[in-house]
């Protein structure tokens, strides 16, 4: 089976620039998770999904910050304009919403804003 | 709210030693807890999982055994390989919570030769 997958997987570009990462969350999985990883701070859960729905974006850093889920299968991250400091890689999990809620993560994006 | 406290790293053990990692929960109602495992440059993997109390998970020599009465959850292994170099995650997942993961700061295993 095939499992979270993410895109790209490795991104450089310059402050200011927009930065869209992708993920295809694993099929039937009813919950998507974005979360952002850096030494600093640790992994922090930036927004998460409900059948599409966005439930809890508590954790988005700023408005230069955006997600969204379109469909089942596919959700993007927007970060516009982009800054040094957002550095980092960025996981995205799915989990299906009956049992205990294991959360499967994808490979992650390493992005690079310089 | 609910929190997740693990003990710091790094940890560098030699090849073959026991391995303790400690991690304690406080959380409202009766999470489930888990130990995800992070190798260089890959994402999060499930190690193992524990869902009600006195439940023991294991996975590949790992074993945690799910303490609600000293809200604990401590990852173990007899013999350690280097392999085993990543860095360990304990997390809780409350029931109701909307599949919400609750992490630990992570604690990075080194093993030598």
């Known amino acids: 089976d095939a499992g979270v997958i993410q895109s790209p997987r490795h991104e450089v570009t310059e402050m200011g620039q927009e930065v869209t990462l992708r993920c295809k969350p694993i099929s039937g999985h009813d919950y998507l998770f974005w979360y952002r990883q850096t030494m600093m701070r640790g992994l922090e859960l930036l927004i998460y999904f409900n059948n599409n729905v966005p439930i809890d974006d508590s954790g988005m850093p700023e408005d230069r910050f955006s997600a969204k889920m379109p469909n089942a299968s596919f959700s993007t991250l927007k970060i516009q304009p982009s800054e040094p400091r957002d550095s980092a890689v960025y996981f995205c999990?799915?989990?299906?919403?009956?049992?205990?809620?294991?959360?499967?993560f994808g490979p992650g994006t390493r992005l690079l804003v310089l | 709210g609910d929190s997740v406290t693990q003990m710091e790293g790094p940890v560098t053990l030699s090849e073959e030693a026991f391995l303790t990692i400690n991690c304690t929960y406080t959380?409202?109602?009766?999470?489930?807890l888990f130990w995800y495992v992070q190798y260089p440059g890959e994402g999060l993997q499930l190690l193992l999982k524990a869902t009600k109390a006195d439940d023991k998970g294991s996975n590949k020599g790992f074993e945690a055994t799910y303490r609600k009465e000293t809200t604990s959850f401590h990852l173990e292994k007899g013999s350690v390989q280097v392999s085993d170099s990543a860095v360990y995650f304990c997390?809780?997942?409350?029931?109701?919570?909307?599949?919400?993961?609750?992490f630990g700061t992570g604690t990075q295993l080194k093993v030598e030769l």
């Open positions: 959380a409202t109602g009766y999470p489930s």
């Open positions: 999990a799915s989990s299906v919403g009956q049992g205990v809620g294991t959360q499967y």
């Open positions: 997390a809780l997942s409350e029931t109701g919570g909307g599949n919400k993961l609750t």
